[in-house]
Structure formats: C-alpha cells, structure tokens
C-alpha cells in the first residue's frame, strides 16, 4: 500500500478537529484497533506516540507527531512493523453561503509500507474498508464532544 488519501467533511471547526486529532490518549476509546497509547514525549506543537494495535495480530509503532496550526498534523514512523508509515491531517474550512455552524473538511493522506508480507487481498481491505471507517470514528468523536448531529452527507471519499 504505497499510499491512501480520504477527505471527510466535519461539522466542526479547525481547532476543534485538531484538538480531537492530538488527544492521543482517547484513540482507544474510539478505535478498537488501538489498544494503547503512551505518550513518550511532548512539546508544545511536537509528540512521539506509541501505539498498540491490534489488526489480525498485536503489534506497536512510534510516530513523530508534528502540529503546524491549526490546520495540519503530520507524522513520521520512528519505530514498529512498518518499513514506512508517514502521512498528514489537513484541515480547511468549509465556506458554506449561508452563515452555519462551522464545518471543516478533513483530508486524511498516509504513505505506509509494510515490513511483512501481507497477502495484496488483506492490503485493499485495509485501504478500501479500515480507512473509511478510521475517518468516521474521528468524525463522529468531534461531533460527539461539541454535541453535532452530523449532517447526512459526510462519509469518507
């Protein structure tokens, strides 16, 4: 899977996307695959995350964590199973013609090369049904905290 890219719309400003996306330690509450999350070290716009997965078996990896504003967090695999895992949140906001509640669309891009084999089957079912799903479970934790009824049209593309 040399690469992926998702965007979803969410009912919600930047900064309130963003701080859902640096809440680290809440992941395990709203994806199953995370089991665990350790915060090893944190600046002010810089974190290194662990995280324990789990995906058919357990395993972890150590992200680099960096937040440029409010309108975007990157990241670059330090350790784990993956030969390579770097990608970005980009957060824009959403300019409806009618003055609404904030909205914010949510593009998700990963560059993630895998260490071990994995049959070419599994590998389209990660990217074609797990990153989707990723995407709404953001959204719906950052509706869930402001309280947002999600509108219809915000499933992943």
């Not at 600046?43 to 440029?68: C, K, M, N, S």
């Not at 030969?83 to 003055?99: C, F, H, K, M, R």
């Amino acid at each position: 899977m040399p690469s992926a890219r998702k965007c979803i719309v969410m009912e919600a400003a930047p900064d309130a996307v963003m701080d859902v996306l640096t809440d680290f330690a809440s992941y395990p509450s709203f994806i199953p695959e995370i089991r665990k999350v350790e915060i090893l070290s944190e600046g002010p716009d810089v974190w290194d995350v662990r995280f324990h997965a789990h995906v058919i078996r357990p395993f972890q990896y150590t992200l680099r964590l960096e937040r440029e504003g409010v309108h975007r967090l990157r990241w670059t695999m330090t350790s784990g199973l993956f030969t390579s895992n770097d990608g970005a949140w980009e957060l824009e906001s959403v300019a409806d013609q009618a003055p609404a509640a904030p909205r914010t669309n949510a593009s998700y891009g990963i560059d993630l090369v895998l260490g071990v084999f994995v049959p070419q089957a599994l590998v389209n079912s990660l990217v074609g049904e797990s990153l989707p799903a990723t995407l709404e479970r953001f959204a719906a934790r950052v509706h869930q905290l402001l309280a947002v009824d999600p509108a219809p049209e915000t499933p992943a593309v």
